[in-house]
């Protein structure tokens, strides 16, 4: 009998391990696969590695405006080595959370892991052994999966995941991408700088259907000026194999058109990762969108928490691991602030990037919520010329008292100047306090002023 199983060492996983240890808990962690989770080892790091690469060489390219003469108009690039680069940088974040790991009172057991009746875990190893553990409390942090479309041709040869496509050393001349989320945005920004024939097919009527319209319109007509091609409310019904490549169906403003491309990345969103978890025998609710839990992250089975991609409630790293503290809380018994869960920053690694916080324009407009909207655009900001960054605009939302409910960036470095007005948001902060702040000149955060006032 130890104080608390988890089950998934990934970012919620092994990060509300930890502090439960330092909390004076036994815990024992179980991982079918490599610790570190979707996030380390398929999604957040590896992208951001290979978008590094992308930054890096789009650079090189345009050096010569910046008065750097390299003799040469354009430079070349190795996605071998690229991805390469990225494998040691994850191999060095995954020994990291090993090390983590071996904290004091926890147990680090890699095998599959699943719900008996009687409220236990049964872990199956990877060398067929068969092990039965006992907790006061079970959290379950298994994470997501990737979804396919039900059409022909779905698995095909030339389809894969965005975690497949993390390991292709062979530059595909076109890439056909299926999905205009997070995923399909940041894997066509990249291959784009890499020189790729980008197509993005879009179900809804615009890309990033969960972003202010306003951000996602410029970001798609952005990415179009590099050379992405996109088509939005489109419905793909089909993905065909040829004797080179395959060709993606799909049917625009009543015609059907065709896409062809050597490689399909199938990107049209993620699963929480149920399967095998033994649920039902345990008495734990879940649906399609995920396992059900209150407000603290419990589940219907008593003394069982469900954190991150599994609940279905915000599909992002840091919120697994913020929801896997307010469970540690409840467990512990604990009365301590905790974070608000309703305002979780989120980024979008494309060209430009895009990151939010909050509330956006277009929703409070369909709640039919008074709000004020203040604007500030790059190109109106010293350092952003300099940089020769000049593209983009920050939107701060705020109530009519003028309370901050939101704020969405479009830009360079939009993913580290969002957390000014998180930071803010979370203290219950208001424009009159943005703007009596005294920002540094000349910095992208004065865009965030600008826009306050």
């Not at 050597?262 to 649906?287: C, K, N, S, W, Y």
């Not at 705020?398 to 960036?409: P, R």
């Given at each position: ?130 092990e039965t553990l006992e907790a006061k409390h079970i959290i379950l942090a298994t994470g997501s999966e990737t979804k396919f479309l039900p059409i022909p041709g779905a698995h095909g040869r030339d389809v894969v995941t965005s975690t497949e496509l993390l390991q292709h050393t062979a530059m595909p001349r076109r890439l056909c991408v299926i999905g205009g989320g997070v995923i399909g945005m940041e894997f066509a920004s990249i291959f784009n700088a890499f020189g790729a024939e980008v197509t993005v097919v879009e179900y809804c009527k615009e890309i990033l259907p969960a972003i202010d319209k306003d951000i996602a319109k410029r970001l798609r007509t952005s990415m179009k000026k590099r050379g992405v091609d996109f088509h939005v409310g489109a419905a793909v019904t089909a993905v065909e194999e040829l004797a080179e490549g395959s060709c993606v169906v ?204």
């Amino acid at each position: 009998m130890t104080d608390l199983i988890i089950i998934g060492a990934g970012p919620g996983g092994y990060e509300t391990a930890v502090r439960a240890a330092r909390q004076g808990l036994n815990v024992t962690i179980v991982e079918a696969a490599t610790p570190g989770g979707t996030c380390l080892n398929e999604g957040c790091i590896p992208t951001k590695c290979l978008c590094r690469s992308a930054e890096v060489l789009s650079e090189a390219n345009e050096a010569a405006v910046f008065g750097v003469l390299t003799g040469s108009a354009t430079f070349g690039f190795d996605l071998a080595t690229a991805i390469a680069r990225k494998d040691t940088v994850v191999a060095q974040l995954v020994q990291g959370v090993r090390g983590l790991l071996a904290t004091p009172g926890i147990t680090l057991i890699e095998g599959r892991a699943a719900l008996t009746a009687d409220r236990k875990v049964r872990v199956e190893q990877s060398d067929g052994t068969v092990e039965t553990l006992e907790a006061k409390h079970i959290i379950l942090a298994t994470g997501s999966e990737t979804k396919f479309l039900p059409i022909p041709g779905a698995h095909g040869r030339d389809v894969v995941t965005s975690t497949e496509l993390l390991q292709h050393t062979a530059m595909p001349r076109r890439l056909c991408v299926i999905g205009g989320g997070v995923i399909g945005m940041e894997f066509a920004s990249i291959f784009n700088a890499f020189g790729a024939e980008v197509t993005v097919v879009e179900y809804c009527k615009e890309i990033l259907p969960a972003i202010d319209k306003d951000i996602a319109k410029r970001l798609r007509t952005s990415m179009k000026k590099r050379g992405v091609d996109f088509h939005v409310g489109a419905a793909v019904t089909a993905v065909e194999e040829l004797a080179e490549g395959s060709c993606v169906v799909f049917t625009e403003k009543g015609k059907e058109q065709r896409v062809e491309a050597d490689v399909v990345l199938m990107a049209v969103g993620r699963a929480p990762r149920t399967a095998g978890l033994g649920l039902e025998e345990a008495g734990v609710d879940f649906t399609p969108r995920g396992i059900t839990v209150d407000a603290d992250m419990r589940t219907t089975a008593e003394g069982i928490y469900a954190i991150g991609d599994v609940n279905g409630l915000c599909p992002l790293a840091h919120a697994a691991t913020f929801q896997g503290y307010r469970a540690l809380r409840a467990i512990a018994g604990g009365t301590e602030r905790t974070a608000d869960l309703s305002l979780v920053p989120a980024a979008v690694f494309t060209v430009p990037e895009v990151a939010t916080v909050g509330k956006s324009e277009d929703e409070l407009k369909t709640a039919g919520t008074p709000c004020h909207v203040g604007k500030a655009f790059y190109r109106a900001n010293g350092k952003s010329l300099a940089m020769g960054s000049d593209e983009g605009l920050v939107k701060l939302v705020s109530a009519e008292d003028g309370t901050i409910l939101g704020a969405q960036v479009l830009g360079a470095h939009a993913a580290d100047l969002i957390h000014e007005v998180a930071v803010l948001m979370s203290v219950g902060g208001t424009v009159e306090q943005l703007r009596t702040a005294i920002h540094a000149h000349p910095t992208l955060s004065e865009l965030i002023l600008a826009a306050a006032e």
